[in-house]
């Protein structure tokens, strides 16, 4: 398995402000994901992350509004810029690990809730 | 692109009884992993059950089961002997033979189940 922290657990900001979330990983890891979960809804992939390169972002989400920084093979942190009340979700890191043979079993970090006013 | 399908918002089961959830997805691949994950209120995600689809056996993990229909493209859990500890929200996730790439979770959009006395 794969021990992960985040922090901050959670957060209450101010639109216009920006946040940065931080998530470690028990030992190295290749790829690193942030995941964002509004609230009842389902867990979006916002960018993977490899350690040494720029992050690789999905349709919707873009690095001046989701900056991603990979320093090392176990940490890596997104910054939620410019917030607004639109972006209260959880935000949830995770890590690929070998399970076995030829399957990458992905583990989750316990998630960031962030509320904006 | 693939997507996941969850069409029980909601789903209730007596403890010690047996409940099944629903999962459809669509995809072209022939090869991918499906996935069962528990969200309990904690936030942390937990990995239930994966099954490959090319394997025609279900996967079983103790109380858990599901029942992979590939034609119809449907996954679906299985719990048996249902306890308290098993309410939560759970999400069937979708992603793609590994490659030598990391590739995203994909997920439905989750069902909540409650566990009654």
């Known amino acids: 398995s794969a021990v992960i922290s985040q922090k901050p657990s959670r957060d209450i900001c101010q639109r216009g402000t920006s946040l940065t979330i931080q998530c470690q990983v028990d030992s190295q890891v290749t790829m690193m994901f942030w995941y964002r979960q509004q ?51 959880i935000y949830l890191c995770s890590v690929e690990r070998t399970s076995g043979g030829f399957y990458n079993e992905q583990f989750f970090g316990p998630g960031t809730r962030l509320t904006v006013l | 692109a693939q997507t996941v399908t969850q069409s029980q918002p909601e789903m209730s089961v007596q403890e010690a009884e047996t409940v099944t959830l629903s999962c459809t997805y669509d995809t072209s691949e022939s090869d991918y992993y499906l996935f069962w ?81």
């Open chain 1, 39 to 89: 609230p009842g809804q389902s867990l979006t992939l916002i960018a993977t992350a490899n350690q040494g390169s720029e992050a690789t972002y999905e349709s919707g989400f873009v690095i001046d509004k989701f900056p991603i920084s990979r320093p090392n093979l176990t940490f890596s942190t997104l910054t939620v810029s410019n917030m607004s009340p639109e972006d209260s979700s």
């Open chain 2, 37 to 117: 994950y528990k969200q309990p209120p904690s936030r942390q995600m937990i990995l239930v059950i994966r099954q490959e689809a090319y394997k025609q056996q279900n996967a079983t993990e103790n109380r858990f089961s599901v029942n992979f229909q590939k034609a119809a493209k449907s996954f679906s859990l299985k719990i048996s002997d249902s306890q308290l500890g098993d309410a939560a929200m759970y999400f069937c996730a979708y992603k793609t033979i590994n490659t030598g790439t990391a590739s995203k979770l994909t997920f439905g959009t989750g069902t909540r189940l409650q566990v009654t006395l």
